[in-house]
């Protein structure tokens, strides 16, 4: 779709009629409308800890203020980063968990010989 097309489709007055459903975008409203100057808005659900995730999808109630969180409304402190592989990385950015291939493997030397540990290499 062109701008001119895109122009049209949300000019106010031209192709929207008041009351006709739309998506607002928000994912923590429902039955969309177009009300005056065709700005469409919804009815909003509940937002108890304010992420942006409706209560009805969050899994995370009670995220600490200002803290990203990713679609199931869960953010990094209460998530469990830690998969407990010790040969994996593990990190958390904005509530996506994630465990890459490999710590560095550990090798150490006994009296006899060098000894790694069983972490793939890198
Ligand atoms: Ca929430
Ligand atoms: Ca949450």
Redesign the pocket.
Known sequence: MGFLADFREYTPGTTCVVGASCDDGLICTINDVYGANCTCAGTPLND??G?G?CDEN??????PVGEV?NT????CS?LIVDDGDPCTVDDCVNGIVTHSCCRMATKTWTAFAMVADSCPEP
């Open positions: 108890a800890d992420d995730v969050d899994l995370c109630s009670d995220t969180v199931d409304g869960c953010s209460q």
